[in-house]
């Protein structure tokens, strides 16, 4: 994150690091570039991030990479957001985790739908050009979800029938 959050602010662009303030405190990442948001939790971040974002593109990374991938696909899936999901896909890095909503896909565990959640694309320019052409399709099931209603006891009636 650093190397491309320093190429970014060097080029002039605007860079928000968003990170838990034990994290900060701690001395772990080193120093951020640009502005910086500490925030008490990972939850947090990952709020904010999503408040703060137009699109994510994921470079090759571990398992906070991962985590936050299908994070933010969860999260478009239940229509709590509309933005593209990307993956740079370097030398092939993701191809295996493409190959799992493919799979999921297949045996009907999601819809072609959520399948399209997932961007990928070998250079920065192509993925740009997917992230600009990207529609949101939602799930029709998660899309009568109501999210504007925070925290909401009031319960919804969907139909979850089991079809066989």
Known sequence: MGCVSTAAHVRGSQVLGIIPIALAEGNFIGKTVGEELQ????QDRISKILE???????????????????????????????????????????????SFPDQTEEENFIPHSTRQIFIS?????????KLEDFVHKPDPIPAQIDWSKG????????DLSLHL
Do not use: C, Y
Not at 121 to 128: G, L, P, Q, R, Y
């Open 39 to 42: 925030v008490p939790t990972m």
């Open 52 to 98: 703060n974002s137009d699109a994510f593109i994921s470079l090759p990374g571990g398992i906070g990479t991962l985590e936050e991938i299908f994070q933010i696909a969860s999260w478009a899936q239940l229509n709590i957001h509309h933005k593209p999901i990307g993956m740079l896909n370097v030398d092939g890095f993701f191809n295996k985790l493409l």
């Open 121 to 129: 694309a070998s250079t920065t320019k192509e993925m740009i050009d």
């Open 151 to 158: 925290n909401s006891n009031k319960k919804r009636k969907m």
